[in-house]
C-alpha cells in the first residue's frame, strides 16, 4: 500500500489550522454574548437631587460622587447660594436703614402700613428684635409691665410700644395682652397667675390659625385706641431702659 506522506501532513495541518480558527470564533462569540448580559441587566444610574440639598457649597459648582456599582459617576449640581441665617426677616423687604450701635450691626424698617408692627430693629449681631407698636399706654400701667417685663418699653419720639424678643411670636403674645390690659379686659396679675404669656406663645407657634387671630385682635385694636398720653406723662426709654442691643433672649423676668 502506497502512502502519499506530504499530502498527509498537508491535511493534517489544514485541519488543525482549522479547528483553531473555529475554536478562536467560538471564544470571541462568547465573549460578546456575556458582554451584552451586561450591559442589558445593568441597573440605570439616577441621581436623587435631594442627596445633595445639605451639600456644602465649595466653589462656583458643587461636584457630587456618586457610586453605583463599582462605578463613581461625578456630576455638577447647580449653584446654592450661600445665605446667613436671617430668622425670616426677607419678609419685611429692604430695611430702610443699616448703622452700628454700641458694637452690633441693626437694621431699620419703618413700614408705612403697619401690620400690626409701625417699626422694626433687626441687630444682627445678636439675632434680636426690637418690634414698634404705635399704641399710646399710660405711663404707670408701663411702669407696672416693666417690672415683670424688663425687654418692654416705649419710644416717645415716635410713639411707640417697643418690645425686644428673639421672635416675632413671643413678641405678639405679650404685646396682645399688654393691649388687653389698656383695654381694662385683663389685669397684670390675671395674666401672671393664669401663665397667659407662656399659653399664649405655645398656641401661636403651635396653630397658625391663632396667630391669624391674634393679629386681627391687635389691629383691631390699634383701631379702637382712644387713650393719649400727656406731654408729662410721655418717657422714651429706647436709648436706655430698651436698648436694642442689650437684649439677647426672650425670656420673662417672671418664668
Avoid: C
Avoid at 488543525?16 to 465573549?31: N, V
Avoid at 425670616?88 to 408705612?112: A, C, H, Q, T
Avoid at 393691649?179 to 396653630?207: M, P, Q, R, Y
Amino acid at each position: 500500500m502506497n502512502f502519499n506522506f506530504e499530502n498527509n501532513y498537508q491535511n493534517i495541518f489544514l485541519i488543525i489550522l482549522s479547528l483553531i480558527i473555529m475554536f478562536q470564533f467560538y471564544q470571541l462569540a462568547k465573549t460578546e454574548d456575556v458582554d451584552n448580559e451586561e450591559t442589558i441587566s445593568e441597573e440605570p444610574v439616577t441621581y436623587n437631587e435631594s442627596e445633595s440639598i445639605n451639600d456644602s457649597i465649595k466653589s462656583e459648582h458643587n461636584i457630587k460622587t456618586v457610586k453605583t456599582k463599582d462605578k463613581k459617576v461625578r456630576f455638577v449640581e447647580p449653584l446654592k447660594e450661600n445665605s446667613i441665617n436671617t430668622n425670616g426677616i426677607e419678609k419685611y423687604g429692604n430695611p430702610n436703614n443699616i448703622f452700628d450701635e454700641n458694637g452690633s450691626r441693626i437694621l431699620f424698617w419703618k413700614f408705612v402700613q403697619p401690620n400690626p408692627w409701625s417699626t422694626l430693629y433687626f441687630n444682627q449681631t445678636k439675632n434680636t428684635f426690637t418690634y414698634g407698636l404705635k399704641h399710646s399706654i399710660s405711663k404707670k400701667l408701663l411702669n407696672e409691665w416693666s417690672k415683670i417685663i424688663p425687654n418692654l418699653g416705649f419710644n416717645d419720639s415716635e410713639k411707640n410700644i417697643m418690645i425686644t424678643t428673639s421672635d416675632e411670636v413671643s413678641a405678639l403674645a405679650v404685646i396682645n395682652l399688654v393691649l388687653n390690659t389698656i383695654n381694662d379686659e385683663l389685669t397684670i396679675k390675671e395674666i401672671i397667675d393664669s401663665n397667659l404669656i407662656n399659653i399664649s406663645v405655645s398656641k401661636i407657634k403651635a396653630h397658625p390659625l391663632v396667630k391669624t387671630k391674634i393679629l386681627e385682635q391687635i389691629n383691631e385694636k390699634i383701631l379702637i385706641n382712644k387713650e393719649i398720653i400727656k406731654p408729662d406723662d410721655g418717657m422714651d426709654l429706647a436709648t436706655n431702659k430698651l436698648d436694642i442691643g442689650a437684649y439677647g433672649g426672650n425670656e420673662f423676668s417672671f418664668l
